[in-house]
């Protein structure tokens, strides 16, 4: 670790054992969330999502192609995301790294896991030709928790996605169906202690990361643990009752934006 | 596709109602992304741009710096969403030339010399795409090279002119560019009408060149009075804040 990280953790656990954070928000606060759909019209379906200064904008794009061998009778789902060059100076220009990757497949098994998308309906000839979706993420500006932002703004845009039935010539256009989606909250741990919606800042000097994501009725839909800390049971307990509670919030916030 | 697309009514009118010397609707901001250290959205008709600038930094790989000067290094990027069909992610042929006329108009008005050896990177990335993305880059590109401070001689700037069912006129739309005879974007330094940037397909008589030319300069002045006022825009409120 070089020495401003080091500098940095030093400010940070001590904010912390007085119960603060850098940014003034309580451990199991959020940071404020924007929505904004349908921002780019080429696209069937779009959202920009800012958690803090985090931005992130996701487009859908819809296309008829074959279905996969394994299953000839449902859609195609395919994720990806780059971390491109304008919205970090670490970022790289190039093809997509192992961050990158990551963030695309947990976003992808996210929406994929959940069933958001019911791909049995995008058949339209079984073995033949399918609907593919392909999720395409940006990241604009880097201040931290990034699969939060990409996941909301991943559900924002399928939400608004009308499949281009007319213009591939297969029928008329209709609204992308959806089922209810879970919400992903990540919180990281450093020293002993647990925040919900990571900045850059407590990102960087994090040891564990737990993300989860919950749906309406309260239950878990997916977790996935990152870095190489440990959690104690009581702690995980913590991040699932902070992420049920801003979970709650933010599936509120998505349903006002994208009026479902 | 049909051939007899009409681009141009008996009134004179373009097919979104403009008339042949006026730009589309033209919307900057300055300094909007957090981590830059220079930024700008900008909305030039159906085009949404975003351009963040970082540095002067350390060139790396070292090999590519200059002991004399800052190497201005764009990248032009389009979004997978940003067009009809799905464009597969990264760079092609046609943004790697984009990128590097891009690089070489902004390298004219920046002050390279006050930092050898150090990169200047512009990013530039186009979400929604709608006929003239190289322009609304590089309007964009100059504004965020002003919000983040880097000393230029001037604040650059693009426009297009063509040639569509016979007429010149400026800033082409999408339907001009597809079925239009001729397209001419430009990029110039506004103080001095130095021509920073040309490129040209299509065909054009000697006269209908000079014309175009002249409409096009006419068009960057146009669009940068508006990049000029979304940086006055931006610091005016910095110091309204104080």
């Known amino acids: 670790m070089s020495i401003v990280p080091i500098i940095k953790r030093d400010y940070i656990s001590k904010l912390a054992e007085q119960g603060k954070r850098i940014d003034g928000r309580r451990f199991d606060e959020f940071r404020k969330i924007e929505i904004e759909t349908t921002v780019v019209n080429k696209a069937e379906g779009s959202a920009r999502v800012k958690i803090g200064n985090t931005q992130v904008l996701a487009g859908i794009k819809m296309d008829v192609g074959e279905p996969y061998s394994d299953s000839p009778e449902s859609g195609v789902l395919t994720t990806a995301a780059e971390l491109i060059p304008l919205a970090s100076p670490d970022f790289e220009a190039g093809p997509p790294r192992e961050d990158a990757i990551e963030l695309a497949r947990v976003v992808d098994r996210g929406v994929r896991e959940s069933e958001v998308v019911e791909l049995d309906k995008l058949c339209l000839e079984p073995g033949e030709k399918v609907w593919i979706v392909f999720i395409d993420i940006h990241i604009l500006d880097y201040d931290g928790n990034l699969f939060d932002a990409a996941s909301l703004a991943s559900l924002a845009a399928l939400s608004t996605t009308i499949v281009p039935a007319t213009r591939l010539e297969v029928g008329e256009d209709y609204q992308l169906p959806l089922k209810e989606p879970p919400i992903s909250c990540t919180s990281v741990k450093f020293d002993n202690f647990v925040v919900i919606d990571p900045s850059l800042d407590e990102e960087e000097i994090a040891d564990a990361r737990l993300t989860v994501a919950t749906d309406k009725n309260g239950d878990i839909r997916a977790m996935q643990k990152g870095l190489n800390g440990s959690f104690t049971k009581e702690e995980i307990q913590k991040v699932i009752r902070a992420s049920l509670d801003n979970g709650r919030e933010i599936k509120k916030q998505l349903s006002e934006c994208t009026g479902k | ?242």
């Open chain 2, 1 to 242: 596709m049909e051939l007899d697309i009409k681009l141009i009514d008996d009134n004179g009118k373009r097919m979104d109602g403009r008339s042949a010397e006026e730009l589309r609707k033209i919307k900057i901001e300055a300094g909007v992304l957090h981590r830059a250290d220079g930024s700008c959205y900008l909305e030039w008709g159906g085009n949404k741009v975003f351009a963040a600038v970082y540095g002067p930094r350390e060139a790396i790989p070292r090999h590519t710096q200059n002991p004399l000067r800052a190497i201005v290094s764009a990248r032009y990027n389009m979004a997978a969403f940003s067009v009809e069909d799905r464009k597969r992610p990264g760079p092609d042929r046609r943004s790697r030339e984009i990128s590097k006329v891009i690089s070489e108009a902004l390298e004219k008005v920046v002050l390279t010399e006050q930092f050898p050896r150090s990169a200047i990177d512009v990013n530039i990335e186009v979400l929604d795409a709608e006929a003239g993305t190289r322009c609304a880059g590089l309007t964009a590109a100059g504004v965020a090279l002003a919000d983040a401070g880097i000393p230029m001689k001037d604040i650059p700037v693009a426009c297009a002119a063509g040639k569509i069912a016979g007429q010149i006129v400026i800033d082409l739309g999408k339907e001009e560019d597809n079925f239009g005879d001729a397209d001419l974007p430009v990029a110039i330094s506004p103080r001095t009408d130095e021509i920073l940037l040309l490129q040209m397909d299509g065909h054009l008589t000697v006269e209908e060149f000079n014309k175009a030319l002249d409409l096009a300069i006419k068009g960057c002045h146009k669009a940068s009075e508006i990049q000029k006022k979304a940086i006055m825009d931006k610091y005016q409120s910095v110091k309204g804040a104080e």
